[in-house]
């Protein structure tokens, strides 16, 4: 079984812990992919013969660590995905970003994404992205600010796009950023739904092992 870690696991749900850097779909590179990873973990534990079913309802970039919930059932992956559609799915991320940011901040944008270079971009007739962040620790030695980012919209680099937009690109990302040797520091760290079957609210939280995060846990 592989080293995947799991935070809850029922019938009809299972949510686990997306390291960084790890693909959450199988594409072109045929790098190991986190859909494949809860397939065998769920295949090897209940010594289910045949192919095991795993619906995938929402995804993170590559880079990005955090916390997923797959499906287990077809009726759970219809019900999620429509909770998402609804924006009844609330995800919460963590940032460590350059500069020193404002207390708190809602930024509303137009965005769109060029399909040939994989970035986003400003565009009076795109997409409406909203969200709000607000500042939990200044590290002034470094000159960098760890925030916490309610996502209101999921738009593709939403979260690396709106906070370089404003001149505060996330540690770590190139694309938006400046080059640096070192993992983007976002991760989705809180994920609150209402479970598919029983309705009950369900709420997972996951810190990142950033060495800031020490100062500040009793405030995520």
Avoid: C
């Avoid at 990873?37 to 045949?50: I, T």
């Avoid at 986003?120 to 992205?129: S, V």
């Avoid at 690396?160 to 991760?187: A, C, T, W």
């Amino acid at each position: 079984m592989n080293n995947l870690k799991v935070l809850y696991e029922d019938n009809h749900i299972i949510v686990v812990v997306k390291e960084p850097n790890i693909i959450v779909q199988e594409d072109d590179t045929k790098d190991k992919d986190l859909l494949t990873m809860v397939k065998e973990y769920v295949k090897v534990k209940y010594n289910k013969p045949g192919n095991v079913y795993i619906g995938l309802v929402h995804r993170l970039d590559r880079p990005v660590g955090g916390v997923m919930v797959f499906a287990r059932t077809s009726k759970a992956a219809s019900r999620l995905s429509d909770s998402i559609r609804k924006k009844e799915i609330k995800k919460t991320y963590l940032a460590i970003v350059h500069g020193k940011t404002k207390e708190k901040e809602k930024l509303v944008d137009y965005i769109s994404k060029d399909e040939k270079t994989n970035t986003t971009y400003l565009d009076k007739n795109g997409k409406e992205a909203i969200l709000t962040y607000e500042t939990l620790y200044y590290d002034e030695r470094n000159d960098r600010s760890l925030v916490k980012v309610n996502l209101e919209t999921g738009r593709h680099h939403q979260i690396r796009f709106q906070l370089s937009n404003i001149g505060h690109p996330i540690v770590g990302d190139n694309r938006y950023g400046k080059m640096e040797h070192e993992n983007i520091k976002l991760f989705s760290y809180s994920l609150e739904f209402i479970h598919p079957v029983t309705r009950e609210k369900m709420i997972f939280k996951e810190l990142p092992n950033w060495s800031i995060i020490e100062s500040v846990k009793e405030l995520v």
